[in-house]
């Protein structure tokens, strides 16, 4: 029985290290170009956010600190997806 008992939990403790390490690996992503978050096109003065499509025609000012309208984008799409059933980023 003892013996049983332990290999039981070894199966469970097993299925639960999975159960986190995809979490985990869903979570960090994959690295790849097509997960870009944001872009810095310097030759058109624009920084782009792919998480909720803002194009903004002053990277100037936005690297000079001014990012109270990406800010502010950025928490209204937070809002918009916890409304719309808890997803973190808008798409």
Do not use: C, P, W
Request: a positive charge; aromatic letters at 4%; proline letters at 0%.
């Amino acid at each position: 029985m003892r013996v049983l008992r332990a290999r039981l939990y070894e199966i469970k403790l097993a299925e639960q290290q999975e159960k986190l390490g995809a979490q985990r690996r869903g979570m960090i992503g994959s690295g790849n170009r097509s997960e870009k978050i944001r872009t810095y096109n310097f030759k058109a003065n624009r920084v782009t956010d792919h998480r909720i499509s803002l194009d903004l025609h002053r990277l100037d000012q936005v690297l000079a600190g001014d990012l109270d309208e990406l800010v502010s984008a950025l928490v209204a799409a937070e809002r918009q997806a916890q409304l719309d059933g808890g997803n973190s980023h808008a798409s």
